[in-house]
């Protein structure tokens, strides 16, 4: 990356590619519906292989919004709440800037 950005800003832009697909919206969705990990049944919940499955299950977990734990021979995932906060922390003061923005015109 540029030296002219932030290392704000190149999280930002990592996590936020890493969200850029409906499949792993999805995914986090199903994720923050269930109150425990979850194994294999995210394929059961999407229209995709495993092996599709598994590599947008691996660029979530690249980036660390979720991760997993090995649980015999299946893997189980869940949100990562602390890079959840700071993604969040990151992320909504350009929302709240952009709507400062849109207030003015």
Known sequence: MNDSYTNTQVN???LCKAMAHPARVSIVQHLLSQPDCICGDIVDELPLSQSTV???LK?????????GTV??????YCINPVAWDEFSSMITPIFNEVETKLNCC
Not at 59 to 67: D, F, N, P, R, Y
Not at 71 to 76: A, E, M
């Open 59 to 67: 660029a979530l977990k690249k980036v660390g919004l979720i991760q």
């Open 71 to 76: 649980s015999g021979p299946k893997v189980c």
């Open 12 to 14: 930002i832009a990592n």
């Open 54 to 56: 598994s590599q947008h």
